[in-house]
T-cell receptor, first 114, second 113 residues
Framework: AQSVTQLGSHVSVSEGALVLLRCNYS??????LFWYVQYPNQGLQLLLK??????LVKGINGFEAEFKKSETSFHLTKPSAHMRDAAEYFC????????????FGTGTRLQVTL | DAGVTQSPTHLIKTRGQQVTLRCSPI?????VSWYQQVLGQGPQFIFQ???????GRGNFPDRFSARQFPNYSSELNVNALLLGDSALYLC????????????FGEGSWLTVV
């Protein structure tokens, strides 16, 4: 079975600072990996996904993530945080054959301060 | 094109009652999945349907059931509601197959009192 661990339930950064949200996965077969963002009282919006085409994945809103098989990690980064980035971020994994079944982490709440 | 649409957006039910939540996938998507998100947690997989057949079921009791219609829309039913069923229920659609982008609706907020 596959799983995801997000390190840090809350992360606080200053506006303009680097954003780093950590995600480690466990999977017995090559995984597909996703980052979703959830703004208050809304559904989930896809930021980016890894499907083995390239290890560095660029997403929307200036976010990117790098797949590191040796570290079983898929950390999310953004060079410069903006106030509008404040939200809950979820890392998720799926594997071939399970189609639309996503296994989510517990989420990281990003706070951006002035 | 419209995204994934869900109804109702909010509802309040009493313990023991039954609830039906509805979902319309993105046009052309044949796969619909349901997730439960309890406050402060990540979404948990409940069901997946593809071409009207159940393709996956999460660790939820038999009180939870779902179906997919010929137009690929879907309903999630929960019987004998418990207080612990209070959550955001998310519907997601995709073209099916591993690696395909999965799009989520805004969700249905269910409060059980």
């Amino acid at each position: 079975a596959q799983s995801v661990t997000q390190l840090g339930s809350h992360v606080s950064v200053s506006e303009g600072a680097l954003v780093l949200l950590r995600c480690n996965y466990s999977s017995s077969v090559p995984p597909y990996l996703f980052w979703y963002v959830q703004y208050p009282n809304q559904g989930l919006q896809l930021l980016l996904k890894y499907t083995s085409a390239a290890t560095l994945v660029k997403g929307i809103n200036g976010f990117e993530a790098e797949f590191k098989k040796s570290e079983t990690s898929f950390h999310l980064t953004k060079p410069s945080a903006h106030m509008r980035d404040a939200a809950e971020y979820f890392c998720a994994v799926s594997i071939t054959g399970t189609a639309s079944k996503l296994t989510f982490g517990t989420g990281t709440r990003l706070q951006v301060t002035l | 094109d419209a995204g994934v649409t869900q109804s109702p957006t909010h509802l309040i039910k009493t313990r023991g009652q039954q609830v039906t939540l509805r979902c319309s996938p993105i046009s052309g998507h044949k796969s619909v999945s349901w997730y439960q998100q309890v406050l402060g947690q990540g979404p948990q997989f409940i069901f997946q349907y593809y071409e009207k057949e159940e393709r996956g079921r999460g660790n939820f009791p038999d009180r939870f059931s779902a179906r997919q219609f010929p137009n690929y829309s879907s309903e999630l039913n929960v019987n004998a509601l418990l207080l612990g069923d209070s959550a955001l229920y998310l519907c997601a659609s995709s073209q099916g197959g591993g690696g395909n982008t999965i799009y989520f609706g805004e969700g249905s907020w269910l409060t059980v009192v």
